[in-house]
């Protein structure tokens, strides 16, 4: 029989992995560790306050494989593996040689990738005696998903949602009570932090930064001991967790008889999405072998490819722990543009070292050119996607269209991070013309690296290398 | 290995159904034919101007099986098979002995099982040379699928949306938008139908059977001759195309050695979802297994339970062919429940014969009960689903509950239609204590009597038998 299905890959229960990929175990140097406010590393002890002991471990962990656990996989597999799509449509709208393979995360409940890492923190959490998880939210993919995550093992979930978000999508706050999460509007009067911000200026519509200062605070004051704080990217052990998309992703390719992905792609908001993906193909580069990698991020949002790789605060209250990472400094306050997953000042200190290292390249694209894309993926593969993953679509356009003019045949894996059902007010703007793009001023870069260069460092070159 | 993954099924390549079922060819009583204003049986040229013969073709077929052309197949297969999985979280939450399986419509790009027929039919009519497809849509679903179908076609696209739909849910026109489709509040002064509902009420929230005037209108007013109309349900060669359920249900239901379910569930508005998954088993129980097969529907519009089994139109302005069905009268106006897609005042002919030869038990269920049902799912199976589809889940419930009454070990199928990402005002009105039930009043049923009595009739008894 000639007639084929279209492409989609998908794994058997011996196929699945049972362990997630450390890439700290393999970078060519050692990680930096984080700093306290006096400049010191940070002891696992330091963290306990704020996370269980259980998964700190993970985020100092230097093994190479760490076993997950059964009944997190049974959890990951009511709707894993995400399927291995091939994107036969968008290749013969664009006359491409190329083969455009992608993994789409949008299939779990909450609609994106999160629920990897969610699922996870939740059940280490739950075994080590958390009863109550507090976190902050922007858009509200990371709220939904550890709501639905402490719904399936009965923790209370307190999610701080960006003011903004809270009342421009009431849609991501239902989701998030119906899984039985409290969902309030950051800054709130329940903490000191918010009710500081609010002071400042009563009407403020609130930021990333701010809503992590009120959740952290939220867990480390319960005088119970039973709240832990939660973080949906940016840290090691939310980057493991994430790397079930990479490890499938390679056993699909397999199965197919695809060796190897020339081209990887990702956005990179915090980095959690990116490094899921790519991790397990960083380490096969560090191998040897010969693929580019690319971390996608909005141009009006230039963490990785204009920001400074220094020590930096993850919250803008400067509550959280120094980290080594590609930053526009804590106080950067990013341009309201719909991608809302990767408006964040900073990147994963394990993201920011891959590029530091050479093994990934970082690429900025407007966001024009991204709604294009995603309009071109609804017209071409069906989904409509979210506007962070658009950004992944237009580098993957921009691939394609380079291996068009190599003529060469190349291989291009990319993650669709998730669905676009909540981000549909973005399309209409960009439907009706009314979205523009903004390039970040170099006065911004100079201002943070004003601000960054009186904070602790550890034994840092100025090219970044140590 | 003791260790089990979640179940899911999904199916190879030479698995997957190559035709459609038609259960007109297996009804013990022949179908009623559609009348003519004048009460004569209608030819199939005097539905050509609305419908491309190919398609008329299909809906007066008698033949048992219907070949899938391929490049439907090719098209369907970008996210079918829908996988079928085990509810087992559900199952404990209840403590039923039952085994709950469902297949998952909500995979597809639009996000319900209204691509099914979408495709197919834009596909039909392109072979036919249509160039516009004209139609309605009340709550969205139907309007995506077909703008989302036409956008991979290459078609134009009109839909004439309810005006209160397009108001209170501008996501859904939006994504209609961005597969190119025009969407249109109805009544809108582009038609004579229009105009006059206007004339006669300029602030009318619009209601299905006025937008089905309008799209038929403006598709045989069109001096071209390449627009035609489509419709998303109640037709035979609706239910026909939407049969891939059932019978991709059946096959993943063998693959892990279950000969056959003891129960089949689902919703059913104008009963193409319904007809979809269970036709293929109401087959079998024509052939003698005991399967007990139950639409289910809204107690505030409890056609199939209360109506009147008689001939009446499609449309509220009187301008489709009258059809026999269970009806509450062509002005029947449904109470404003959040399920739109199970607000209408008839039911498939198919849907309806079934019921009247015994071979399915329609149930009417109040919506709180429904929604209740709905949390409850998002709670233990994750996922949080249309409106339409916890009718569905909360006849499940009641079975379940039954099955552990009895102590039977039951095999219960059911239709999960689509997602509630677009539906999630009704979640925050029912968390919020603010939804009610609705009780028809016997009083509406006796005028739809009056009205439907000097309806041209075929050769039909009062007990509905021929």
């Known amino acids: 029989m000639p007639f084929k299905l279209p492409i989609k890959v998908y794994l058997n229960e011996d196929e699945i992995p049972r362990q997630w990929y450390n890439l700290a175990a393999d970078l060519p140097s050692p990680m930096l560790p984080p700093l306290g406010p006096d400049g010191k590393p940070l002891t696992p002890e330091a963290l306990s306050a704020v996370f269980p002991m259980n998964l700190i471990e993970q985020e100092v962990s230097q093994e190479r494989w760490i076993t997950i656990p059964e009944e997190i996989i049974e959890m990951l597999y009511r709707w894993r593996p995400s399927p291995l799509k091939r994107a036969v449509y968008l290749e013969q709208a664009l006359g491409t040689p190329a083969k455009i393979y992608y993994k789409d995360e949008s299939v779990s409940p909450a609609g994106s990738h999160k629920p990897n890492t969610a699922i996870p923190q939740v059940w280490y959490n739950k075994k080590f005696g958390t009863k109550t998880i507090t976190t902050e939210t922007g858009a509200g993919q990371w709220g939904s998903a550890l709501a639905f995550s402490c719904s399936l093992m009965g923790l209370a979930c307190k999610i701080f949602m960006v003011r903004i978000s809270f009342e421009q999508k009431p849609f991501r706050k239902i989701m998030m009570q119906t899984w039985g999460g409290k969902c309030i509007a950051s800054p709130s009067t329940e903490t000191e932090a918010g009710r500081s911000f609010l002071k400042k200026d009563p009407n403020t519509p609130g930021s990333l930064g701010m809503a992590i200062s009120e959740a952290v605070e939220a867990a480390v004051t319960d005088k119970s001991g039973t709240t832990k704080y939660s973080l949906g990217s940016v840290l090691n052990h939310v980057l493991l967790h994430q790397t079930i998309i990479g490890l499938e992703a390679k ?53 990785m490819t204009r920001g400074i790789f220094t020590y930096d605060f993850g919250d803008s209250a400067g509550m959280t722990p120094l980290l080594p990472m590609h930053t526009l400094g804590h106080n950067f306050v990013p341009e309201p543009i719909h991608a809302g997953g990767l408006r964040y000042h900073g990147m994963a200190p394990l993201v920011s070292q891959t590029i530091v290292e050479g093994l990934a390249t970082p690429r900025a694209i407007q966001q024009t050119e991204c709604f294009k894309a995603a309009i071109l993926w609804a017209n071409t593969e069906g989904m409509i996607i979210a506007p962070e993953s658009s950004h992944a ?43 523009t793009d903004w390039e970040l001023p170099q006065a911004n870069i100079e201002a943070a690296e004003q601000d960054l260069k009186d904070l602790p460092k550890a034994k840092m070159n100025k090219t970044g290398k140590w």
Not at 265 to 293: H, Q, T, Y
């Open 393 to 435: 679509v237009a580098a993957t356009i921009q691939e394609a269209l380079k291996a068009k003019e190599e003529g060469k045949e190349k291989v291009i894996l990319f993650n669709l991070s998730g669905h676009g059902h909540m981000d549909l007010a973005g399309y209409s703007k960009f439907l009706e013309g009314k979205l």
């Open 251 to 303: 056993k699909q390719l397999q199965k197919i008889g695809i060796k190897k992905p020339d081209v990887v792609i990702a956005c990179a908001g915090g980095g959690s999405n990116f490094g899921g993906l790519a991790f397990p193909f960083v380490a096969d580069k560090i191998a040897g072998a010969n693929i580019e990698i690319i971390p996608v991020e909005p141009a009006s949002c230039p963490t």
